[in-house]
């Protein structure tokens, strides 16, 4: 029942800026920290920026200053505004959030991902 939307991604050019968002929705009980996570082409999945209920972030070192992780806890909702694109940056990028749903068990969900390309 619960499913994580993600949307805004597309292509760019280097210097640009997108921003994503990924709204859960369904049967939510709770929702605890929530994360961008991306994949390049033979690369292994990494995790982007993260953010806790309470508004801890954290982000790997290739995007500090560059994106900011936000979120709004009244739509179940995170933001990944992504500024000063590279063409690195290009990757399959993917909501992640442990929710609960009934009970008080959580379980992770993840988005469908969305393609962001940066051209040189």
């Known amino acids: 029942q619960v499913q994580l939307v993600e949307s805004g991604g597309g292509l760019v050019q280097a210097g640009g800026s997108l921003r994503l968002s990924c709204a859960a929705s369904?049967?939510?009980?709770?929702?605890?920290?929530m994360g961008w996570y991306r994949q390049a082409p033979g690369k292994q999945r990494e995790l982007v920026a993260a953010?806790?209920?309470?508004?801890?972030?954290n982000y790997a070192d290739s995007v500090k200053g560059r994106f900011t992780i936000s979120r709004d806890n009244a739509k179940n909702t995170v933001y990944l505004q992504m500024n000063s694109l590279k063409p690195e940056d290009t990757a399959v990028y993917y909501c992640?959030?442990?929710?609960?749903?009934?009970?008080?068990?959580?379980?992770?969900?993840w988005g469908q991902g969305t393609q962001v390309t940066v051209s040189s």
């Open positions: 369904g049967s939510i009980f709770s929702i605890n920290a």
């Open positions: 992640n959030a442990p929710i609960a749903t009934m009970g008080p068990l959580y379980k992770d969900y």
């Open positions: 953010i806790t209920s309470g508004g801890s972030t």
